[in-house]
């Protein structure tokens, strides 16, 4: 949705993590919506991290949720700088712009760019991929799980999750409607098994939850909601009751992944 996820960064802070909130689109001076944000950009927010002297950035950590969880693969791919990750309902495939735009054109919209050049993505999934239901909402997950049938364009959009220079804590939800996150996860998690990936990685998948785990501190009843850049009640799935289980559980699991992976590591370093 953009902005900031200054809630989550919040949360990470008051477990004493040094924490920068970076939002890409949806605020003043940024793009409206998500479209070729370019990595740049990030690696922009990358040095000014690594010029503060009060921090230890020798283990960064990159932690995103949903398209987030998406680009937090992304990112740590490519910059070896960040040495763990935690993906809240994420995807190991790069997807088209989330944008109002009627264009038709299958290959106008990435969502990011590097040195002005579009990344590959599977496809760029549109509010009329499905139809509302009798509440008035979508579901989107049909559509992802269609679209990966184009394997050409899928294998060409998968993330390089093996490049990535640190443990792996993988977040999803079984009954998620607006993507099917926890098929996405069992997709990473096979890939970095076939291709010998020598961190350790987690998937948490939970039955019953949908799209809306976060951590503990959040409400667990939200199961569609309005997309402020798509314009239209999405459904996010899940009960509340197992929303609420997930998001017990996996915040607990989420701190003590970090700090092994990030705190725990930095304190070893800078020792």
């Avoid at 969502?111 to 991929?129: K, T």
């Amino acid at each position: 949705g953009g902005g900031f996820a200054d809630h989550l960064a919040a949360l990470y802070a008051s477990h004493g993590y040094a924490v920068v909130s970076l939002a890409y689109f949806g605020v003043e001076s940024l793009p409206n919506e998500l479209i070729n944000i370019p990595l740049e950009y990030f690696e922009n927010a990358i040095t000014w991290i690594e010029r503060q002297p009060a921090l230890e950035t020798s283990r960064l950590a990159v932690a995103g949720v949903s398209r987030g969880g998406e680009l937090a693969l992304l990112l740590a791919s490519r910059y070896p700088v960040f040495k763990s990750v935690v993906a809240y309902v994420p995807s190991g495939y790069l997807w088209g712009a989330i944008s109002q735009s009627l264009d038709p054109n299958p290959d106008a919209f990435p969502s990011w760019s590097h040195h002005g050049v579009g990344l590959p993505y599977v496809a760029r999934i549109r509010n009329d991929a499905a139809a509302l239901d009798d509440d008035g909402a979508v579901s989107l997950t049909p559509a992802y799980l269609a679209a990966l049938n184009d394997v050409e364009r899928a294998e060409a959009a998968a993330i390089d999750v093996e490049r990535i220079n640190g443990p792996i804590l993988l977040i999803a939800g079984e009954a998620d409607a607006l993507w099917p996150s926890a098929h996405f996860s069992e997709l990473i998690a096979a890939r970095l098994k076939a291709r010998g990936f020598a961190h350790p990685v987690e998937v948490l998948s939970y039955e019953g939850a949908g799209h809306t785990i976060g951590p503990r501190y959040g409400p667990t009843t939200i199961t569609q909601g309005f997309h402020g850049v798509r314009k239209v009640t999405i459904k996010m799935g899940g009960s509340p009751s197992a929303i609420a289980a997930a998001r017990e559980d996996s915040w607990e699991r989420a701190l003590a992944f970090l700090e092994v992976n990030a705190r725990t590591a930095a304190a070893a370093v800078a020792g």
